[in-house]
């Protein structure tokens, strides 16, 4: 009997921390029912698949070799993902970081790093982006993809310990693919 109650012990102890194995969803819910009927439009300017893979894994690449187990993702112009490509190991949460670093950049057309900066001298901004549920905190680690003078997406890195890290993969992941933007 002694057992019995101590497994059921241990089994109300595990199950909160079971229910918290998965996390919340990274970008959005599944559509409901009503969005299903919508019109389905094509995604918005941005660079090829192939192209945002290749700058996904360089990004990651060079995360890696200074040990920061990282989440590349890189969204169209309005700031849906093309592509998230995470390192073996990187915690989930780093995807959920890139998608508000990417937020960060679309709303307010500077490298998520500047918003943050920005944001540390001016209250009006800073109070902005707490109440924006997209983005909360401004963190380094994204920056626009341009092309012939416009932002045809998004490049975002987390995982690394600090967004000046994951701006230099993102930097590099970029810089390997840039040539090839349109």
Do not use: W
Not at 36 to 46: D, I, L, V
Not at 126 to 135: D, F, L, S, V
């Amino acid at each position: 009997m002694k057992k019995i109650l101590l497994a059921a012990a241990a089994l109300c102890i595990a199950a909160p921390a079971m229910a918290q194995m998965n996390p919340a969803p990274t970008i959005a819910p599944a559509p409901t029912p009503d969005e299903m009927k919508m019109p389905r439009p094509a995604r918005a300017h941005g660079i090829p698949v192939a192209l945002a893979i290749e700058g996904a894994v360089e990004a990651n690449r060079v995360c890696l070799g200074n040990t920061y187990k990282t989440t590349a993702m890189i969204t169209d112009s309005a700031g849906v993902p093309i592509v998230m490509i995470a390192n073996d190991g990187a915690a989930a949460i780093t995807q959920r970081i890139a998608m508000s670093k990417a937020q960060a950049v679309l709303k307010y057309h500077m490298t998520s790093g500047e918003v943050a900066n920005k944001a540390k001298t001016d209250s009006a901004l800073a109070a902005e982006i707490k109440a924006n549920p997209q983005i909360e905190t401004a963190r380094q680690g994204a920056i626009p993809i341009m092309a012939g003078g416009q932002m045809v997406g998004i490049f975002a890195v987390s995982g690394a310990p600090g967004g000046d890290k994951d701006e230099v993969c993102a930097r590099a992941g970029l810089a390997k693919i840039q040539d090839r933007v349109q």
